[in-house]
T-cell receptor
């Protein structure tokens, strides 16, 4: 069964460092998303991506964040200068069309120290 | 802004019990999703529904659009059903999901 894969599963980084979280969405999907979940809190939307551009972003997704689909298969989330409060589980998701079932990756646990 | 409320926040039950988790939301939606989050953190989609009722194995999801309410039922619950169950919604013309806080279900053998 096709699945969304995320790497790495866990990343520890120093405050102020750049991190890139990687995702391989399901191959025929067209809509891609990043969500995050701070420990003990609910899942929050960060950004959606369609047709090689951001279609919507939340207030959380400030200038420190960027997304890219560099090669037609990977979908990456970059945090330019990490802060302690960026520590969270980051989920990538993809769907074939708007308002259809979203498939989630297993998540990347980011710890900023 | 559409808020999503779930109840209960925590639920502990004996194996075999019938489980109900509730979800309510504040404005009209295009679809409601029930998700399962395992202890390791991964999220799995269980149901997506916009009306009526869906069934998959021992899981049943219902939605009442007029009352803006959905329920997830588990029949003959089993310890392997222990997880966090999350209700989320999508709005018309908007791709993102808005999540509830989740219900932590623990099934005791």
């Amino acid at each position: 069964e096709p699945e969304v894969t995320q790497t790495p599963s866990h990343q520890v980084t120093q405050m102020g460092q750049e991190v890139i979280l990687r995702c391989v969405p399901i191959s025929n999907h067209l809509y891609f998303y990043w969500y995050r979940q701070i420990l003990g809190q609910k899942v929050e939307f960060l950004v959606s991506f369609y047709n090689n551009e951001i279609s919507e972003k939340s207030e959380i997704f400030d200038d420190q964040f960027s997304v890219e689909r560099p090669d037609g298969s990977n979908f990456t989330l970059k945090i330019r200068s990490t802060k302690l409060e960026d520590s969270a589980m980051y989920f990538c998701a993809s769907s074939s069309r708007v308002n259809t079932e979203a498939f989630f990756g297993q998540g990347t646990r980011l710890t900023v120290v | 802004k559409n808020e999503v409320e779930q109840s209960p926040q925590n639920l502990t039950a004996q194996e075999g019990e019938f489980i109900t988790i509730n979800c309510s939301y504040s404005v009209g939606i295009s679809a409601l999703h029930w998700l399962q989050q395992h202890p390791g953190g991964g999220i799995v989609s269980l149901f997506m529904l916009s009306s009526g009722k869906k069934k998959h194995g021992r899981l049943i999801a219902t939605i009442n659009i007029q009352e803006k309410h959905s329920s997830l039922h588990i029949t003959a619950s089993h310890p392997r059903d222990s997880a966090v169950y999350i209700c989320s919604i999508s709005n018309f013309g908007n791709e993102k999901l808005t999540f509830g806080t989740g219900t932590r279900l623990t099934i005791i053998p």
